[in-house]
Nanobody, 124 residues
């Protein structure tokens, strides 16, 4: 079992920044790939970013590329999502997810564990 707890969401003006954190406990964190997804009201949950077990490989959705950065600290069992130049369309609940095994995935179904989510609201 892996437990994931997100934090760092909030209300920010357009152009601002937030850093989300996801603290993991339970099964070995360093062996898992990690991902961030988001879900806006009335929309499907969509992929945002992912990082492999070591942190040496990352991938991003086109909509956030160049603005968001995913990173991880295996010593702290934590994955981060640094979000810069936020836009109103980034407003969503952001979810952290863990995929057993170290390989990156962008497909929601490939992830085994999910956090409860943290709300990010970007005002115009």
């Amino acid at each position: 079992q892996v437990q994931l707890v997100e934090s760092g969401g909030g209300l920010v003006q357009a152009g601002g920044s937030l850093r989300l954190s996801c603290a993991a406990s339970g099964r070995s964190f360093s062996g898992n790939a990690m991902g961030w997804f988001r879900q806006a009201p009335g929309k499907e949950r969509e992929f945002v970013a992912a990082i492999n077990f070591s942190g040496g490989s990352t991938t991003y959705a086109d909509s956030i590329k160049g603005r968001f950065t995913i990173s991880r600290d295996n010593a702290k069992n934590t994955v981060y999502l640094q979000m810069n130049r936020l836009k109103p369309e980034d407003t969503a609940v952001y979810y952290c997810a863990a995929r057993l095994g170290g390989l990156i995935a962008t497909i929601r179904l490939f992830y085994n564990y999910w956090g409860q989510g943290t709300q990010v609201t970007v005002s115009s």
